[in-house]
């Protein structure tokens, strides 16, 4: 069965990410491309590090080819943004990628981009969905070297220009002027070749971390959190550099230590940068954040006028709300984030350059920033928990959430309950509780954010209690 979460279709390697899911998959994309009258403008599919990455891209290649329809594969693994940029460039109708992004290593997974080289809503992996459904018996498939000679496998390195499209995009001469010290982190990932090429070409020193391949992320979740990038802090810490970067395993998420070596969380990173255009580049424009992210974003827009809008999980449900409303900036707590004027989808690489240029235009110090911001609009504090179950126990905690009358005491006012996405509940002191299932593994996600951490704590413990979680 082949389903999509929410970041795409992702599975374990060996139990359902296999070669004949991978074909059926791909064969449901060519008839629905050749439904929509679409398909004479062909596919393109990247691939990252993760085991089996470029076989799959070959697999997914050779079902394309036997319906006749051209695919532009890359020659070295990339990032997933530049594949959305790729799609959004050459006004293709559909883009894929193999990558099962953060996931541990035992995953992988591929994305589906439409047209503007946004992530697939939900409306779109739906008829996907019902395409692969409808497919039976063996997938007929044309053998890769025969679909090369035959001109419907062509082999690219757009690498160049979406090098150049984010260089376009920043002040260059402004990062060159400050002579930055960075050190990046790639976590054994994609990111390295771009990122390095565009902090180099804005003159900054730069120093590399976990840049080799491996396919096991060196024994941890390719995911840029403080439990993970341990390395960097000390990096940054004791050969004084001015920022460290971190990128998941496709790039498309980003975590930063600031001059300090303090990590900043995700939440963090996307109030840095929503102050830093608002404030410093004097944008003007709404933000959006998904419904598990921080309400300081609240603060800072209603601060200078302008509107936060929420949304569910699922960044293609932040970039469809940036496009309706014309917002500047939009993100999530898990770390990815965008800005008007690029891609429709996250890009941990644009963010980390914005970042330098922040600096250099400021002229001041992540860890000035962060102070300005706390002593505008005080702390808030998130506290994140996850817990696995089976089927059973999600039917009982489904059934739990659903029942609005019976939460637990808490100590504070409710003043709202939301089923947005699973359920959230707002209190009046303007704290906030969300539990939800996670759209790419079988978890259950508790977060909570509050003006005092032990508060955050509390109020996680008395839900968790209510849920039987331990």
């Known amino acids: 069965m082949i389903r999509f979460g929410t970041g795409g279709w992702r599975a374990i390697i060996g ?7 991978i074909q059926i998959l791909s064969k449901a994309m060519a008839l629905k491309m050749k439904n929509e009258g679409v398909s004479d ?16 891209m070959q697999w997914c290649a050779e079902v394309f080819a036997a319906e006749g329809i051209k695919t532009r594969l890359v020659s070295s693994s990339v990032p997933t943004p530049l594949i959305m940029s790729y799609v959004m460039e050459h006004k293709l109708p559909y883009g894929m990628m193999v990558t099962a992004s953060h996931n541990p290593a035992i995953y992988n997974g591929i994305k589906i981009f439409t047209s503007g080289g946004r992530d697939a809503n939900e409306a779109q992996t739906r008829e996907i969905e019902q395409y692969i459904d409808r497919i039976q018996g063996e997938v007929a498939i044309m053998d890769y070297e025969k ?32 002579g930055l010290r960075i050190v990046i982190d790639p976590m054994y990932g994609v990111s390295l070749t771009a990122l390095r090429t565009i902090l180099l070409s804005c003159r900054c020193t730069v120093e590399t971390i976990h840049e080799n391949h491996d396919t096991l992320f060196g024994g941890k979740m390719p995911a840029p959190n403080e439990a993970t990038i341990r390395s960097l802090q000390n990096y940054v810490i004791d050969y004084h550099y001015d920022m460290g970067v971190a990128t998941d395993g496709d790039a498309d998420r980003i975590g930063v230590v600031d001059d300090k070596g303090t990590f900043l969380t995700p939440n963090e990173v996307l109030v840095l940068l ?46 469809a709300q940036m496009r309706e409303t014309g917002a500047i900036i939009g993100g999530e707590s898990s770390g990815g984030l965008t800005v008007k004027g ?32 706390h002593d505008t609009y005080g702390h808030l504090y998130m506290v994140e928990k996850s817990f696995r179950f089976d089927k059973e126990r999600k039917k009982e905690l489904e ?72």
């Open 147 to 178: 679909a090369v000679d035959a001109g419907l496998i062509e082999i690219i390195n757009p690498m160049n220009d979406y090098i150049d499209s984010i260089l376009a995009k920043v002040d260059t001469n402004a990062i060159r002027e400050r």
């Open 41 to 56: 403008q062909g596919m393109v599919i990247g691939y990252d590090r993760r085991f089996l990455s470029k076989e799959a």
């Open 342 to 373: 690029h891609i429709q989808g996250k890009d941990g690489i644009f963010a980390a350059t914005l970042l330098a240029e922040m600096i250099a235009i400021t002229g001041k110090k992540i860890s000035e920033l962060m102070e300005e911001i």
């Open 274 to 319: 929503y102050y830093y255009l608002v404030k410093y580049k004097q944008w003007k424009g709404p933000v959006v954040r998904n419904i598990a992210t921080t309400h300081m974003l609240d603060y800072i827009a209603n601060d200078f006028g302008e509107k936060c809008y929420e949304v569910p999980v699922g960044f293609k449900h932040i970039s």
């Open 15 to 21: 139990d359902e990410f296999i070669r004949s899911n």
């Open 399 to 470: 059934q739990l959430l659903s029942n609005e009358k019976c939460f637990p005491d808490f100590g504070f006012e409710i003043d709202h309950i939301s089923y947005l996405d699973g359920c959230k509940i707002y209190f009046k002191n303007g704290g906030w509780i969300i539990a939800r299932f996670s759209g790419t593994e079988p978890l259950l996600r508790v977060f909570c954010e509050m003006d005092q951490v032990e508060t955050a704590e509390y109020t996680c413990q008395s839900l968790m209690n209510y849920l039987n979680l331990q």
